[in-house]
């Protein structure tokens, strides 16, 4: 089953960094993958995605402050996050699916999804 798995969520407080891991299936190694985070009472939002020729595209409330990036080894997807704010605390989750022109950030466009990833940033 296509189904990916995330880890490295945490408590910070503001200022500081932490590194989210995305794992996927050898198989869908050519697939779109983006983070989406969803606050308590918000809609779950795009953050990042990444395509399969490697280009990247990122929200403007995080641009700057996140870097994705793609061991295709592995086929696991990290987001480096910076200079985290209280805003950015949320669930992440990870996002997958198949290959089309333009990955986009729409939640409903992805078929693959991981459990998700506690962020908290405190003030």
């Known amino acids: 089953q296509e189904q990916v798995v995330e880890s490295g969520g945490g408590s910070v407080q503001a200022g500081g960094s932490l590194r989210l891991s995305c794992a996927a299936p050898?198989?869908?190694?050519?697939?779109?993958m983006a983070w989406f985070r969803q606050a308590p009472g918000k809609e779950r939002e795009g953050v990042a995605n990444?395509?399969?020729?490697?280009?990247?595209s990122y929200v403007d409330s995080v641009k700057g402050r996140f870097t994705l990036s793609k061991d295709n080894a592995k086929n696991t997807l990290y987001l480096q996050m910076n200079s985290l704010k209280p805003e950015d605390t949320a669930m992440y989750y990870c996002?997958?699916?198949?290959?089309?022109?333009?990955?986009?950030?729409?939640?409903?466009?992805?078929?693959?999804w991981g459990q998700g990833t506690q962020v908290t940033v405190s003030s």
């Open positions: 996002g997958s699916r198949p290959p089309m022109v333009g990955c986009g950030l729409d939640q409903y466009d992805y078929n693959f």
């Open positions: 050898r198989s869908t190694y050519n697939y779109c």
């Open positions: 990444i395509d399969s020729n490697g280009f990247t």
